[in-house]
């Protein structure tokens, strides 16, 4: 099982960024998906997952409105689209495969981690 996240880098405020997460090694259409973030000194902080049809996602009041999860089932991959960015989105990002039944924003019901990209928002 892997997962490889890609899009990260610098940004000025107010501008977006797209990552991706490539998935490898199992059955992607069997699990929900999240994104994580970790800034720092600071806890890792849920950031959205995305149900296994992309049906149903889900959000950290931080970031709704602004962030937005989808999937694209035939090329195992999983999506963040970032837009008006905010210096304290500044964070490596990773995703996880969620492996509870319901989804969770509990990083430890989350498996399979990638090694994270670095989102970098300047003011």
């Known amino acids: 099982v892997q997962l490889v996240e890609s899009g990260g880098g610098l940004v000025q405020a107010g501008g977006s960024l797209r990552l991706s997460c490539a998935a490898s090694?199992?059955?992607?259409?069997?699990?929900?998906i999240g994104w994580f973030r970790q800034a720092p000194g600071k806890e890792r902080e849920f950031v959205a997952a995305?149900?296994?049809?992309?049906?149903?996602?889900y959000y950290a009041d931080s970031v709704k409105g602004r962030f937005t999860i989808s999937r694209d089932n035939a090329k195992n991959t999983v999506y963040l689209q970032m837009n008006s960015l905010k210096p304290e989105d500044t964070a490596v990002y990773s995703c996880?495969?969620?492996?509870?039944?319901?989804?969770?924003?509990?990083?430890?019901?989350?498996?399979?981690w990638g090694q994270g990209t670095q989102v970098t928002v300047s003011s």
């Open positions: 996880a495969v969620d492996l509870s039944v319901v989804i969770t924003t509990a990083p430890n019901e989350y498996e399979y």
């Open positions: 090694g199992f059955t992607f259409t069997d699990y929900a």
């Open positions: 995305i149900s296994w049809s992309g049906g149903y996602t």
